[in-house]
């Protein structure tokens, strides 16, 4: 069958010639681009492993900067909780002191005002006592005049 085929081909003469010449160019050319579109596929295959590779590379990168900015972001949030509590128990200790204050000034007011109030019942008993002595003293001092004044008359009558 293959003589059939080139005898026939040759029975065309320069056009059968030509017609294998096409065939056989066709079919080189056909081979060439299966080839090249076999290497640029492997190419495109190459740089699509890369870029993925890069990628992943990029995301572990954005991840890990990511977990700093996190771990930082939760040691300032930490501190400022660890200042917050520490204000509000430095607040309340404070209060709590002022209130102590507060407590034991009103007691010592108390005290004050209980001794201010015996103060006064001594003062009131102090001054009837001193009322009463000088009672006393102008009953006796009469009495002493009286009795110089007695003296004298028995003197004067005698």
């Not at 290497?39 to 699509?48: A, G, Y």
């Not at 204000?87 to 209060?95: C, E, I, Q």
């Given at each position: 069958m293959?003589?059939?085929?080139?005898s026939?081909?040759?029975?065309?003469?320069?056009?059968?010639?030509?017609i294998t010449?096409l065939?056989?160019?066709?079919i080189?050319?056909?081979?060439?681009l299966?080839?090249?579109?076999?290497?640029f596929t492997?190419?495109l295959?190459?740089?699509?492993?890369?870029?993925?590779?890069?990628?992943?590379e990029?995301?572990?990168?954005?991840?890990l900067?990511?977990?700093?900015?996190r771990?930082r972001?939760d040691?300032?949030?930490a501190?400022?909780?660890?200042?917050?509590?520490?204000?509000?128990?430095?607040?309340l200790?404070?209060?709590n002191?002022?209130?102590?204050?507060?407590?034991?000034t009103?007691?010592?007011?108390?005290?004050?005002?209980?001794?201010t109030?015996?103060?006064?019942?001594l003062?009131?008993?102090?001054?009837?006592?001193l009322?009463?002595?000088?009672e006393?003293?102008?009953?006796?001092?009469?009495?002493?005049?009286?009795?110089?004044?007695?003296?004298r008359?028995?003197?004067?009558?005698?």
């Amino acid at each position: 069958m293959t003589e059939a085929f080139y005898s026939s081909l040759l029975d065309f003469g320069m056009g059968g010639l030509f017609i294998t010449f096409l065939v056989y160019n066709y079919i080189s050319n056909q081979k060439r681009l299966d080839k090249q579109v076999c290497n640029f596929t492997d190419q495109l295959k190459e740089q699509n492993k890369q870029f993925r590779e890069h990628l992943k590379e990029a995301q572990e990168k954005a991840d890990l900067t990511e977990e700093k900015l996190r771990a930082r972001y939760d040691k300032v949030i930490a501190g400022l909780n660890q200042e917050k509590l520490d204000f509000n128990t430095s607040l309340l200790d404070r209060a709590n002191d002022a209130m102590r204050e507060f407590n034991q000034t009103k007691s010592d007011l108390e005290n004050l005002k209980i001794k201010t109030d015996s103060l006064e019942v001594l003062n009131r008993d102090c001054l009837f006592i001193l009322q009463r002595l000088d009672e006393i003293l102008k009953s006796q001092d009469e009495e002493r005049k009286l009795k110089a004044m007695a003296k004298r008359m028995n003197r004067e009558r005698e």
